[in-house]
């Protein structure tokens, strides 16, 4: 037998054809052997897709027995457990309502279930929320009023006889779209009929065998499932036991935006004292619900999640806790308060964007903060500051060759628009990130093969809150150094002359006027027409280094547009956002123009 080397790097069909068919060429036996015109040859094609399958089957054993290169959903789900890390489900929409209801009084208080419901239509789809506790109400004549968070989805139950026979049984949530911040467990004992609810245990930290509590982990094929202790961590429940499991199934994202609500039940649930009137007064849209968290994300989160170990000592620590708790956050920016000037020990500061909102409402900072404080350190306390958002403006002008492409002005205009949003999406939308001038330009001439340059120009805004015919003394402050190379302004000079900043329009004493400072340090406000601008008089001060606008004593009527905003010139092309600062596009503030060129 001839001594060959064995190839064990090409795997694939024919190298593993080949590399059989050389090892037979090498024995004596089949030295002169016509492989391709025999018998043989087939046998080889069988051993050859044999071992190709095999290899193939190794390979995606190998791939699927690690976090990182598993794909199918049961394997990252199954690692994610190993580091006792439970994806999130879907969230339900909460609305805030204000319900009122004539009835005659006679059986008040009247009390509404949990679970009672109310519909609501969004964008052509019907939608049923619910309530999510028993509410008692009572009224000192006919109107009865109350003001409850109703959340989308309707209430169903799962219930299991107890097996004390089989160790450490488990329940299954029968829907995989259950709402698990919703799911109460009750526990029925010696054929009683009260029973004993037992709560969510996240950790086993002061656990002991008499703490009722269920531990809820992530299933094959996307359910959900309990678990209850063993009576040394948490209390077993006796055999035969019947547990009910209830909870809220949800549609996700959908109801998002819900405005509208309608009474869908009999609210006395006495037919002869409600009078069929009522009205559904909507204090918070419908928000926050989610989609249950995507395989890409348990791969991102769990090895973190397990890294943090439910305590918030770094700031990733904070910044992954709250990721991991709350879907509605879109972005979050952690930092100590040593790093301020002047410095604020013990605190460590939490700036957190949340999807489709502006600004922290108070009881999302509530929320947030009550959750963190537990899982702090007593000496640190967090903080949570109001996101400060920096918005920019694009004017871009493309010309595209028109003897390379078919596509029309329109299709080049859309491919552009595409990539700069992309761009944002990626590189931008988000604390402390940077708009890098050139990438931009870049990512754009690439937009399509047919694009041979572009022109662009880009302006940073603000959006600043003002009281309607209210004086007040407003500082604008971009954290960014401005332009400040741009000559002084005459008191009435083209309306084209470049400035740093600039103002949208908005009415003062009947006329319309803007914004601007004659490069010197002077904000004024001026009168405009289709040529001129003419200086008024001075309203405040710039300082191009800082980023610094201070307006004094300023009054506006009135302004156009959803916001009065003012646009700023930056001094380097490159923008950064700071630690509470998100740098973000507004596409009705990208305007592209395209231009055909012969090349």
Known sequence: MANN??????????????????????????????????????????????????TFFLNMIAAEAFLDSAQMENSIISHAKELNYTPRSRRSAKATIQATFQATGTNQPYTIPKGSSFTSIVKNDLYTFTTAETISVSSANTTFTFTTDVYEGSYFQDSYLYNDQIEFPKFRITNKDVDTSSLTVVVYEDNSEIGVNYKLASTLLDLKETSKVFFLQSSQNGYYEIVFGDGVLGQKPKNNS????????????????????????????????????????????????????????????????????????????????????????????????????????????????????????????????NFLKRRSPLSIDPVFVEPDY????????????????LLSKERIKTLVTNTIIDYNNINLDDFNVTLRYSKLISAIDN?????????????????????????????????????????????KHPASD??????????YNGEKVILEDNGEGTVVISKFDNLFNIRLFNIGTIDYDKGIIRLNNFIIDNYEGLDFKIYAYTADKDISSTTNTVLTLEPSELNITTETVRV
Do not use: M
């Open 390 to 405: 920096l918005y920019y403006k694009i004017n871009c002008h493309v010309r595209y060759n028109l003897n390379s492409t």
């Open 498 to 507: 470049v400035h740093t900043i600039k103002s949208s329009v908005f009415t």
């Open 447 to 491: 937009s399509d093969s047919s694009i041979v340059s572009n022109s662009t120009d880009i302006q940073v805004y603000k959006k600043v809150p003002v009281l309607l015919g209210t004086a007040q003394n407003i500082v604008i402050n971009f954290n960014l150094r401005l332009r400040n190379d741009v000559p002084e302004l005459a008191s």
């Open 242 to 369: 019947i547990i009910l499991l209830d909870y809220r199934v949800s549609k996700g994202k959908l109801p998002n935006g819900a405005r509208s609500f309608t009474f869908n039940f009999d609210p006395t649930f006495t037919p002869n004292d409600y009078e069929g009137e009522s009205d559904v007064t909507v204090l918070t849209i419908a928000q926050n619900g989610e989609e249950r968290e995507s395989i890409e994300s348990v791969r991102f989160y769990a090895p973190r999640h397990f890294q943090v170990q439910e305590r918030a000592v770094t700031t990733s620590d904070y910044e992954i806790l709250l990721k991991t708790e709350f879907p509605e956050i879109n972005n979050i920016s952690v930092y100590g308060g040593e790093d301020l000037t002047p410095p604020q020990y013990g605190k460590v500061f939490v700036a957190v964007d949340i999807f489709d909102v502006q600004g922290l409402p108070d009881s999302k900072k509530n929320e947030f903060y």
């Open 5 to 54: 080397s064995i190839n064990l790097v090409d795997l694939d069909f024919n190298s593993l054809k080949t590399s059989l068919i050389s090892y037979l060429k090498n024995q004596e036996q089949f030295k002169d052997y016509d492989f391709e015109g025999s018998n043989l040859n087939v046998l080889i094609d069988l051993l050859s897709y044999n071992s190709f399958k095999n």
